[in-house]
């Protein structure tokens, strides 16, 4: 079981948009950052948003992060075939004091 | 280009010993801490602790603390996950990747993984 809850899968059609949760608790999404991590079939994951809302050089601003509370989202708007991947939420947490996943979101595009 | 090299899979028993790597390309290794995440087949990601290859400082997660050593050796920028005695659960991608922030003077929590290692498979048959 995950510390964060991430619902296990998403799914839309190219040009749409999409949303994944991320929901945590006090000790973490709370009052940490959030990072949100892609991972393509069969590679190692990548970096695709950090602090909430950061983009990473190189990566499209179809991708957006934000934060409210003890949940935080992924948005990618004008979805593309290639946007199919695993995508996680990561957080410092404060109780464990170590780093904290989401079980990971699958995305497939339609 | 920073880039983190992991070592190539890896076939062993249970009860095996066993060390794969990490190296550190691009960027003074010995600044940044390296962290390690597990992979079990057909699951997420979970953090197993954390070395800092400039002093070999090590925090490890209460869940593999005892289960794993980290080493480090700065002199070929190289990072070491290590097992004494393997199990079949031990099966699964393990990446490492590097803690990094916009300033040097972040709190760990303002801190993100960036770059990942390839990873290493290791396969563990009983």
């Known amino acids: 079981q995950s510390v964060l809850t991430q619902p296990p899968s998403a799914s839309a059609t190219p040009g749409q948009r999409v949303t994944i949760s991320c929901s945590g608790s006090s000790s973490n999404v709370g009052i940490n950052a959030v990072n949100w991590y892609q991972q393509l079939p069969g590679t190692a994951p990548k970096v695709l948003i950090y602090?909430?809302?950061h983009r990473p050089s190189g990566v499209p601003d179809r991708f957006s992060g934000s934060k409210s509370g003890t949940s935080a989202s992924l948005a990618i708007s004008g979805l593309q075939s290639e946007d199919e991947a695993d995508y996680y939420c990561a957080a410092w947490d404060d109780s464990l004091n170590g780093w904290v996943f989401g079980g990971g979101t699958r995305l497939t595009v339609l | 280009e920073v880039q983190l090299v992991q070592s190539g899979a890896e076939v062993k028993k249970s009860g095996e010993s066993l060390r794969i790597s990490c190296k550190g390309s691009?960027?003074?290794?010995?600044?940044?801490?390296i962290e390690w995440v597990r992979q079990m087949p057909g699951k997420g990601l979970e953090w197993m602790g954390t070395i800092f290859p400039g002093d070999s400082q090590t925090i490890y997660s209460p869940s593999f603390q005892g289960q794993v050593t980290f080493s480090a050796d700065k002199s070929v920028s190289t990072v070491y996950l290590q097992w004494s005695s393997l199990k079949a659960s031990d099966t699964a991608m393990y990446y490492c990747?590097?803690?990094?922030?916009?300033?040097?003077?972040?709190?760990?929590?303002?801190?993100?993984?960036?770059?990942w290692g390839q990873g290493t498979l290791v396969t563990v048959s009983s």
């Open positions: 990747a590097r803690l990094v922030c916009s300033s040097p003077t972040c709190p760990r929590e303002a801190h993100w993984f960036d770059p």
């Open positions: 602090s909430h809302n």
């Open positions: 691009g960027y003074r290794f010995s600044d940044y801490w």
